[in-house]
């Protein structure tokens, strides 16, 4: 393993570094060596958790050599052990000069990041270095906790104080077995994430939770989520040691919120009231004990509960005293009310809360909660009481004398604001669960009240408390923090030590273009006053269709915000934008929850990885999931756009309230502080979650990808400073559309041969147990059940945590046979349907598929191809499986494909899916069971007879007969009319069975051809006899080719001028000789002569024609304005922006281009042949092709060939040169 010296330290690295991350190791070593704090950013796939965890541990191992090399000395007083090497070339930095150093003394190395999944990725990266520290993960009881009762509970604290009873009362099973477990040696020398510590808690039948908790005290690293850092509360709750500690924030572009957040509180009156009816249930039940024997003290002290019923009492007036005051200010209801941040300690003060009461307060609460959550059958809201109790914690934070107490109020609040403001969500809180509740308290649940809000406006109040608690230095690195000046200036806390460094790719590997207008011409933008134009958003979805084509496997697309993502989809659903982009690249969405995202991301990649399609487009929101620390590498992420600016919503109190402080704050101008403005800070806001968006496409040295920029507001000069250091050199501004479709075409090509990719698996064999007969050779009697393993999937997602996995439909170990029913046809479909590798593929497929027999498709709809709608469809079954509520909901907004009766054709994934729900439904689980079992031993064995023994049972009720006809589906072509007739028999009513439902595929393709060629008035060759042929005598009438050589003509006269020619014919042919005789080449090699004496004049007007048919009226009257101004201006790239933008909108207009370069004059050839090679991504002499009309294009699927009408009389003379 490579290992450099960097300031003195030794530093074994897993490669040889890159220079980027040989300067971000050097500064993370000098925050270490100088005890500074540092801000570090590096763009997202440079490195950077590799390079911070090895740099660390580094800088760790020598500072105990260090410290091993002054204790030999001491030893050997005086003498050199080696004297070729003094002592004193050992080092002393590490040992921090002359303070008198021990074992004890070696800092921890606390390392934060923003959530688990990503701790999780960096635990896996630790795990690839030549380091082996001792390492412990903190998490909470909702990750962590294996007792079932618990775990149960729906409420955090409810669970937090019943794991405490447990604990105290050691009923644990789970918790007894820790202090056996904690000192395992395999335990303590392993590196273990959440998931694993789970696993080994499960298996060794001990408390991941306190077993977490008890390697803390002997770990060299501590990882843990930064808001355990943040939250005075949680650090005190995990008893976190600061002191000499280096602490380390990764992804730190969010602990600025995080700081706010841990510091500010809401509280509701629903919090007020649900903690008065807990307090007044306790009562009740006092009261009642109270009356049973005098002594009710020693009763309590019996019960569990250590404070009497005159304390509970005092705890209820303190609550209604509360609930009283705020809702004693009138408040406006639209503003609201805002108070400086100590008018706290005065409100409190009211209700007889201060520094004197709190603790006494704080201690009856905790009793309270903890004998309320520890009742066992009953139910009670305690959240509220909760609520309270930490508002304590954070208001009375230290322990100051009388003479500083005003100071310590003082300084706890400069950064805060008190708002009171209406609660208007009343009407939507939950009704109250609690049965015992009182008629005044329920009454006071209903009513609209204020809230009291509590909120941090400087994440420096956080900062400073941990610079407080002594720590040896703070690191803050992610991919995004630029601006570094207004990021550290918030932080209240110096920065002496600050990087911004550039990345490790190269020019041709990333494209960046901000697109000021759609193909329609208009300007794009997400701003409030235009976001939801109905020009505006098809404009979008014209831009995110068109590119969508020319940007390979995976793009993303971010909006600024889940409502706006969800109108926009809305709107293109209606207008049709959804059905292209699903066309070439299948949709799926970033849900809300975080409950089905794993499926929806597990869908992308799948849908992505399949060599079957185009790849998959994945709608997300900025500051989202899939935005934050998601590694979308190579072929999951060739593409960004950026759809508009999220800025925070301007009219919430909070942000207005966060403006006006920045804005106070510059206006005082204290010296060596300075501050942003509002306005600077809002902007930054946005820029920042943009930043943190297009990290997502490049992640490591050879990746590449472009970034789209698709809202007019980024050209300017300001808003382009923004953008990330290592983008801004790139960046491209484009007025034209045309363009960008050209450059982005152009790109791509070049990135693909450069940097090839390996060529993706099929993974079809992974969809199931058995194989279509059709597909199905005697060598290969059954499918492959092993699945493509190496699919690279992101390691951040949730899958460690237990809430948050999914099981796999088609795993062996939970799938039955109706999921793995429903996976085969998906994949069945979705082979039917294998997409075109390009463009011109693209147009050829339309063209051949108009003509296809339009029996073919009765009956058969779009494959859901994987997307979003079929994920929450595949998650209602597999509910059902196990036991869960069923939900069957009928999926609408799709459009029909066909007619509802059950056709001949394979069945679609959608239909399959809906009908085995209706089955499930409608019979017994045996009978279901049954069913299903036998339509997989029927597609093993093709034995009919076993299904309709099986489905005998849906013949029993009429209710059921349309069930066993629905079975039609799935049987195969030689089989149809039997079950038809069986169907007859039984039912009195058919399945509709047609003659041609018993060709195979490969028989109705043959049929499809022959009915084509029979109907053809040209002659056809093959390639064998080429050669043979005298293509003079052809022309003249000669004898014509039958499928073995020569044919009969079809019609009595022999005279006919034209002949058919493959393609491979084409070499041996004398074009001329051909043209004199009158015949025109059409893309298969000779065609008929055009009836009448066909000018070349009638060309364009034919080509005019179509065009006008294809774009309308309005979009023609554009492209002959641009061949005017071409005319005049001899201006070539603004008519190819014009024209590409116009026939590149539709996969069918496509043909229109390539057509139009018949009328480019000569000086402009080859830029048109490129810039046409660029977008269809094969050469295409576009100059060349002919001007045939679109039915006759329609049956001939073939590539164009080059001919000799080169057609230049729709310009004038002057143009011809």
């Known amino acids: ?103 004890t003394d070696i800092p921890k190395i606390i390392y934060a990041s923003r959530t688990h999944s990503q701790l999780a990725q960096v635990i896996n990266e630790l795990k690839n270095t030549s380091y082996s520290p001792k390492v412990c993960v903190l998490g909470s009881r909702e990750q962590l906790c294996i007792n079932q009762e618990v775990m149960r509970q729906e409420s955090h604290h409810v669970k937090v104080h019943m794991c405490r009873g447990k604990v105290s009362t050691r009923s644990c099973t789970y918790y007894n077995n820790v202090e056996e477990k904690s000192t395992d040696k395999d335990l303590v020398n392993s590196i273990l994430d959440v998931e694993d510590l789970v696993k080994y808690g499960n298996k060794q039948r001990v408390c991941p939770y306190y077993l977490s908790r008890s390697l803390k005290q002997q770990a060299d690293v501590i990882f843990m989520p930064y808001n355990y850092l943040l939250d005075p509360k949680s650090r005190r709750a995990h008893n976190i040691e600061l002191n000499g500690a280096v602490v380390i924030f990764d992804e730190a572009h969010n602990v600025e919120k995080t700081c706010e957040e841990s510091t500010s509180f809401d509280l509701s009156p629903y919090d007020v009231s649900s903690a008065i009816s807990a307090v007044d249930r306790l009562l009740v039940e006092q009261a009642k004990e109270a009356t049973v024997s005098e002594d009710f003290n020693v009763e309590a002290l019996n019960s569990g509960l250590k404070v009497n019923i005159e304390t509970i009492a005092k705890i209820k007036q303190i609550l209604l005293d509360l609930e009283a005051v705020v809702d004693s200010y009138e408040v406006p209801s639209e503003k609201g009310i805002t108070k400086p941040g100590i008018f706290i300690y005065e409100l409190l003060e009211r209700i007889h809360l201060n520094y004197n009461s709190k603790t006494a307060v704080y201690e009856a609460l905790e009793q309270i909660i903890g004998h309320l959550t520890g009742q066992a059958g009953i139910f009670l809201n305690t959240s509220g009481l909760q609520k309270l109790a930490d508002i304590i914690q954070l208001v009375f934070c230290g322990e100051p004398s009388e003479a500083d107490r005003q100071q310590q109020m003082q300084s706890n609040t400069a950064h805060f604001k008190v708002h009171i403001h209406r609660d208007n969500s009343y009407h939507k809180k939950p009704q109250n669960t609690d049965v015992w509740a009182s008629s005044s308290a329920s009454s006071s649940s209903k009513k609209q009240g204020n809230i009291l809000s509590y909120w941090c406006f400087s994440p420096g109040f956080s900062m400073q408390d941990l610079v407080n608690q002594g720590v040896r230095c703070i690191i803050l690195t992610s991919g995004t923090l630029s601006p570094l000046s207004s990021f550290t200036c918030e932080m209240r806390i110096p920065f002496s030590v600050s990087l911004e460094n550039s990345h490790v790719i190269e020019r041709d590997q990333i494209f960046v273009g901000i697109i000021e207008q759609g193909p329609d011409g208009v300007a794009l933008s997400s701003a409030y006053d235009r976001r939801f134009l109905p020009e505006n958003m098809a404009s979008l979805g014209n831009t995110v269709a068109n590119l969508s084509r020319v940007v390979p496997d995976g793009l993303l697309v971010f909006f600024p915000s889940f409502p706006l993502m969800e109108k926009t989809l809305d709107f293109w659903k209606t207008s049709g934008h959804a059905d292209r982009i699903e066309t070439v690249k299948p949709i799926f969405v970033e849900p809300k929850g975080k409950g089905t995202f794993n499926e929806v991301i597990d869908g992308y990649y799948d849908k992505v990885n399949d060599p079957k399609s185009k790849g998959g487009t994945f709608f997300a929101v900025c500051r989202g999931k899939a935005s934050e620390g998601l590694d979308f590498a190579d072929t999951f992420g060739r593409g960004v756009i950026i759809t508009g600016l999220p800025f925070p919503p301007r009219m919430d109190p909070r942000v207005i309230l966060k403006m006006q402080f920045l804005d106070e704050m510059s206006r005082k101008k204290a010296p060596g502080l300075k501050y942003l403005s509002g306005q600077d800070w809002y902007k930054q806001q946005a820029f920042r979650a943009v930043n943190q968006a297009i990290g997502r496409v490049i992640r490591h040295k050879e990746d590449f990808g472009a970034i789209l920029l698709c809202d007019q507001r980024f050209k300017g000069p300001g808003a382009r400073a923004q953008l990330p250091s290592w983008v801004r050199p790139y960046v491209r501004l484009y007025s034209s559309f045309g363009n960008v479709i050209r450059d982005v075409s152009q790109f791509f090509r070049v990135a693909q041969k450069m940097r090839p990719v390996v060529e993706k698996k099929a993974a079809a064999e992974s969809c199931g147990t058995v194989c279509s007969p059709e597909t199905q050779s005697s060598a290969f009697p059954s499918c492959s059940s092993s699945k493509s393993s190496n699919t690279q999937k992101a390691k951040e997602l949730d899958a460690h945590l237990p809430s948050l996995k999914r099981r796999r439909l088609n795993e062996q170990s939970g799938a039955n046979g109706m999921a793995k029913i429903c996976i085969e046809y998906e994949y069945e479909v979705q082979e039917s349907q294998k997409r075109p590798a390009n463009l011109l593929d693209a147009l050829e497929r339309g063209d051949h598929c108009a003509g296809e027999d339009g029996d073919a498709v009765v009956g058969e709809e779009k494959a859901n191809h994987l997307s979003t709608l079929s994920l929450q469809c595949d998650k209602r079954m597999d509910d059902e499986m196990r036991g869960g509520k069923r939900k069957i909901k009928l999926v609408q907004g799709q459009k029909s494909r066909g007619s509802e009766d059950v056709s001949g054709e394979g069945p679609s994934s959608s239909r399959v899916k809906s009908f085995l729900a209706e089955m499930k439904k409608s019979l017994s689980q045996f009978s279901f069971d049954r069913i299903i079992q036998a339509l997989q031993t029927y597609k093993k064995t093709d034995s009919l007879d076993v299904l309709l023994t099986a489905a005998a049972v849906l013949t029993e009720d009429a209710n059921t007969h349309c069930l066993l006809r629905g079975l039609y589906q799935f049987i195969r072509p030689h089989h149809k009319k039997r079950f038809d007739e069986k169907c007859q028999q039984l039912t009195g009513q058919g399945c509709g069975y047609k003659p041609n439902h018993s060709l195979s595929v490969d028989e109705k393709k043959a049929l499809m051809l022959q009915s084509a060629t029979a109907s053809q008035p040209a002659v056809g060759l093959t390639s064998s006899t080429c050669s043979q042929l005298n293509t003079q005598q052809l022309n003249k009438g000669g004898a014509h080719l039958n499928q073995q050589g020569l044919r009969e003509p079809q019609t009595a006269t022999a005279s006919q001028p034209a002949a058919g020619l493959t393609s491979s014919t084409c070499s041996q042919l004398n074009t001329q000789q051909l043209n004199k005789g009158g015949s025109h080449l059409n893309q298969q090699g000779l065609r008929e002569p055009q009836t009448g004496s066909a000018s070349k004049s009638d060309v364009p007007a034919a080509f005019l024609a179509d065009v006008k048919r294809a774009i309308g009226a309005e979009k023609s009257a554009r492209l002959f304005q641009a061949i005017q101004s071409y005319k005049k201006t001899d201006g070539y790239e603004e008519l190819v922006a014009t024209v590409v933008s116009l026939f590149t909108e539709r996969d069918e207009d496509f043909n229109l281009l390539i057509r139009f370069g018949m009328f480019i004059p000569p000086r402009h050839k080859k830029q048109y042949k490129e810039m046409l090679d660029a977008l269809i991504g094969q050469s295409v002499s576009a100059a060349e092709v002919p001007a045939v009309c679109e039915d006759q294009q329609r049956h001939v699927p073939s590539p164009p060939l080059k001919t000799q009408s080169k057609i230049s009389s729709f310009f004038p003379n002057s143009q011809r040169k």
């Open 1 to 103: 393993m490579p290992s450099l010296s960097l300031n003195g330290v030794t530093v074994k690295f897993p490669f040889p570094p890159y220079d980027c991350q040989k300067d971000y190791m050097a500064k993370v070593i000098e925050c270490l060596q100088k005890k500074a704090n540092g801000v570090l950013e590096s763009p997202t796939g440079t490195g950077k958790t590799l390079c911070l965890l090895c740099a660390t541990l580094a800088w760790r191992e020598n500072f105990k050599d260090t410290i091993s090399a002054r204790k030999i000395a001491e030893k050997l007083g005086g003498e050199e052990m080696f004297p070729n090497t003094p002592m004193s070339s050992w080092g002393t930095a590490a040992t921090d000069g002359a303070t008198p150093t021990y074992y």
